[in-house]
């Protein structure tokens, strides 16, 4: 027997069904009457960061290569006869996946035949397929993209700074791995992965779109058979309070040279509380948006391109503050940057900007309700952090402007790391 809920927001309108499976899965519906298309996204709370762990009553933990769960993404699209993109191609579906720090997410969006793209989706991320020989291959297709991501300027330039940030954590390594840490993979650990993330007690689904609750649980009931319940314990190595450089540097083709000043946060186990995290956005909308006193200056005096932004990137064990940007002066911009924030940090946010900043995310919020991809990804992401998502647009609207003078305590320039990819 399903239990399903519903759960409404009168002030935006919207609703959308929380349903516990019989299986064990977590399947969210947001029906969108009027719309053409439909979008479902069918993810696991595994990521790249995931490299040490143990099931509940084991004694010892299980240490795996870094880039095994990127691995796992790939392999799961094929099987004995046609890959998934083959099948979708007869549907008309596009699909995609991705693997992330603390995710793995398999998704397709349709105008067209939704049961059968759907029916895909449920049956090939449930039934893996590794041998020797096929793992074998796919060592070199990762390991190409490997060393392709090596040359790639925007990557490289995130990733420096997160292995400047941070010494142990393991979100300093690259998502796909290293061409030695893929080596050690085989089918055997494939499979052992594979058992121990894709329980679909630690998964979720969600759809958007032109869809019904009988529609979606009409195929989830023939194709999802209950399984035992798992729990996972992550172990991460004790992540120092400093950062490990404060300056990387890095010469690669680019015809203007690329900036991202990083703030280390305080290393907690568990991902960051939704009032933290709001606080944090209106602060970054607040201190460096577009309608900024720092954007403008930093236009003005030539130091950013139109493309400068910001991003609070937290997750398991990690959390730090970017901004990022072209520049022809990049050190000259983040120090800009660095006296801006370190005035907030001492004097607050003007009360003003803090309005602005308010009222702009809370407004972002509210469009985003038209985008059947967000709403989507959106679900599956407060699953992943134990929240609904209309619990956002709320903590857009009650954010006050001490909690993100809190917020700004974080940026800390002792606590700080500045990236710079050079032209060659």
């Known amino acids: 027997m399903n239990n399903i809920r519903e759960i409404k927001n009168e002030a935006l309108g919207e609703r959308y069904f929380e349903i516990d499976h019989p299986s064990g899965l977590r399947i969210y519906v947001l029906p969108k009457e009027g719309y053409s298309s439909a979008y479902a996204v069918f993810g696991t709370r595994y990521g790249s960061v995931d490299t040490c762990f143990r099931l509940k009553g084991e004694e010892q933990f299980t240490a795996v290569p870094e880039g095994i769960a990127h691995f796992l993404e790939h392999k799961l699209f094929e099987s004995e006869e046609l890959d998934a ?162 300056l990387v540097e890095q010469k690669l083709s680019v015809a203007v040279p690329m900036f991202m000043l990083g703030y280390k946060q305080d290393c907690k186990t568990t991902a960051r509380p939704l009032g933290e995290r709001i606080a944090m956005y209106t602060l970054l909308e607040a201190a460096a948006g577009e309608s900024s006193q720092l954007y403008h200056d930093l236009m003005t005096q030539g130091l950013i391109s139109p493309g400068f932004g910001s991003e609070y990137f937290t997750g398991p064990g990690y959390a730090s503050v970017f901004f990022a940007g072209e520049s022809t002066r990049p050190h000259e911009a983040a120090e800009v940057i ?75 320039e002792e606590f700080s790391a500045l990236s710079v990819i050079l032209p060659a």
């Open 85 to 246: 993109f083959e099948r979708y191609a007869k549907t008309g579906a596009s699909a995609n996946a991705y693997t992330s720090f603390d995710r793995t997410c398999y998704l397709f969006s349709t105008s067209g035949d939704f049961d059968a793209s759907f029916e895909i989706l449920l049956d090939f991320v449930q039934h893996p397929y590794f041998t020797a020989q096929t793992v074998q291959k796919e060592q070199g297709i990762i390991g190409q993209e490997i060393r392709m991501y090596q040359d790639e300027p925007g990557w490289q330039l995130e990733f420096n700074l997160l292995r400047a940030l941070y010494q142990k954590h393991p979100v300093r390594i690259d998502i796909a791995g290293t061409i030695d840490s893929i080596a050690q993979i085989d089918d055997k650990l494939l499979y052992a992965c594979y058992d121990r993330f894709y329980n679909l007690h630690n998964m979720a689904l969600a759809v958007v779109g032109n869809v019904t609750v009988d529609q979606v649980l009409k195929t989830a009931d023939k194709l999802l058979n209950p399984c035992e319940k798992i729990e996972i314990e992550r172990k991460f190595p004790e992540e120092p309070a400093q950062v490990g450089q404060k």
């Open 338 to 412: 660095r006296t801006a924030l370190t005035a907030i940090r001492k004097d607050g946010v003007d009360p003003d900007a803090f309005k602005r900043a308010k009222k702009l995310l809370y407004g972002r919020e509210i469009m985003g309700y038209n985008d059947v991809d967000g709403l989507a990804n959106n679900l599956i992401d407060a699953h992943l952090c134990g929240e609904q998502i209309f619990d956002r647009a709320e903590g857009y609207r009650n954010v006050t402007i001490e909690q993100v003078n809190r917020a700004a305590q974080v940026l800390d």
